[in-house]
């Protein structure tokens, strides 16, 4: 099993369209065997499902995601967690445990949307940014 979180600074960043690295997980045996860091080089939403597939992962975690990501990672055939905060290292172990906190609803739909209400804690501290200058 290969899983890949979107990361920054250790935790997990919350607007997957937009994290700059994932922090990759070779899983053998239920077990960590190695973890690694790639950079994204800016690929943005349609060309990060297919950096995974390429590397193989089969399992993605992250914040907040949009439908059309949501699409291209079905196609891919890569199982996704969403809505998921905290530190990357947990988060993996919460998978494997079957203890994983996250949202299968979860949504970034506020894209041209400058309501920031309507779109409060989806994206996190980090910010997916849409709301500055607001």
Request: aromatic share 6%; glycine share 14%.
């Amino acid at each position: 099993m290969r899983i890949a979180v979107t990361y920054d600074n250790g935790n997990v960043f919350q607007h997957y369209g937009q994290t700059k690295r994932f922090k990759v997980y070779d899983v053998e045996n239920n077990q960590v065997v190695t973890a690694t860091t790639i950079n994204t080089n800016g690929s943005g939403h349609g060309a990060l499902a297919d950096i995974l597939k390429k590397i193989q992962v089969d399992t993605l975690i992250c914040g907040g995601i949009g439908d059309g990501a949501k699409r291209a990672l079905t196609e891919t055939n890569i199982k996704f967690y969403g809505g998921v905060s905290g530190d990357t290292d947990e988060a993996v172990a919460a998978l494997l445990q079957g203890t994983l906190q996250y949202n299968p609803e979860v949504a970034c739909t506020h894209h041209g949307d400058h309501q920031h209400a309507r779109h409060e804690g989806i994206c996190g501290e980090q910010g997916c940014g849409h709301h500055h200058g607001e």
